[in-house]
């Protein structure tokens, strides 16, 4: 199993815009669409990582919870589906039925939303302010697949309360461990 660190992208900067379909609703959903009150989530995964089955009903509990405090989420999946097949739409749409996402799904088929955020691995979380400037980015918490640390989300959940509070972000922000992004041949790394 691969354990790619995520890009710690320069803090402040824009919400890079998009428009993918969503699996569940088949509805075109952009970033402004998605946008919370508060803030916004914008994380990339996919349906066979072992980093993200690890995390995912920890993820879908948090934004359960964030979601009626005005933070708005989306997952996007970016994987090269010729190569990875368990990754198609249709495979996501079941993915997301199952785990009970209650947030869009999103297949970034050209993989040009992922190369706008530098998105590098799954699970990756990009964490915007209401303004759409990026105040949070890397992991969801400590725990990973095999060091029997509880997936409590501690990291993700410390960025959003202050989020929520209007407090800037001081907690140390570590990057996020995953498999990489499953990149098309022709626009590998």
Known sequence: ???????????????????????????LISFSTIAGEKGTVVMFICNHCPFVLH?????????????????????????????YPADSPDNMKNFAS???FTFPYVFDETQEVAHSYSAACTPDFFVFDHHHHLVYRGQLDDSR???DLPVN???????????????EITLDQKPSIGCNIKWKPEIAH
């Open 55 to 83: 995390t995912i009903a920890g993820i879908v509990s948090l934004a359960k919870e964030y979601r009626s405090k005005g933070i708005g989420f989306i997952a996007i999946n970016s994987n090269d589906i010729e190569q």
């Open 145 to 147: 697949p095999g060091n």
């Open 1 to 27: 199993m691969a354990r790619i660190e995520s890009t710690m992208v320069p803090l402040g900067t824009r919400a890079p815009q998009f428009e993918l379909v969503d699996c569940l609703t088949d509805q």
């Open 153 to 167: 989300g501690h990291s993700l959940k410390s960025a959003l309360e202050c989020i929520i509070r209007n407090e």
């Open 98 to 100: 199952s785990e009970g």
